[in-house]
Nanobody, 125 residues
Framework: QVQLVESGGGSVQAGGSLTLSCAAS?????MGWFRQAPGKELEGVAA????????YYADSVKGRFTISQDNPKNTVYLQMNSLKPEDTAVYYC?????????????????????WGQGTQVTVSS
């Protein structure tokens, strides 16, 4: 079992920035961030391969969000800049501890087997 503790959510005006953190109780192959807005499906936002640092982003956040890691601390961060009202959602941290059939889909929810409790991000216009 891997436990995840997220922090850093909150409210910000459009154009502002927030940084989310997620500390895992154990190591993982990949760590990712997902979000779910009201009435919408869960969306993969960003992911990072802990072994080599390769990163992956949804088109909707490219150039605005940056995922990074602190390997010794099993912690992943999501720096969110130039936030927009459409970024409003509950953000979830997730980790992938096995190389399953979804290994080639880093932003697929099916690739991840442990999830955090979620943290609310609200962006006002």
């Amino acid at each position: 079992q891997v436990q995840l503790v997220e922090s850093g959510g909150g409210s910000v005006q459009a154009g502002g920035s927030l940084t989310l953190s997620c500390a895992a109780s154990g190591a993982a192959y990949r760590m990712g961030w997902f979000r779910q807005a009201p009435g919408k499906e869960l969306e993969g936002v960003a992911a990072i391969y802990t072994g080599g640092g390769a990163t992956y982003y949804a088109d909707s956040v490219k150039g605005r969000f940056t995922i990074s890691q602190d390997n010794p601390k099993n912690t992943v961060y999501l720096q969110m800049n130039s936030l927009k009202p459409e970024d409003t959602a509950v953000y979830y941290c997730a980790v992938q501890t096995t190389r399953g059939p979804y290994w080639t889909l880093p932003l697929s929810r099916s690739a991840y087997n442990y999830w955090g409790q979620g943290t609310q991000v609200t962006v006002s216009s």
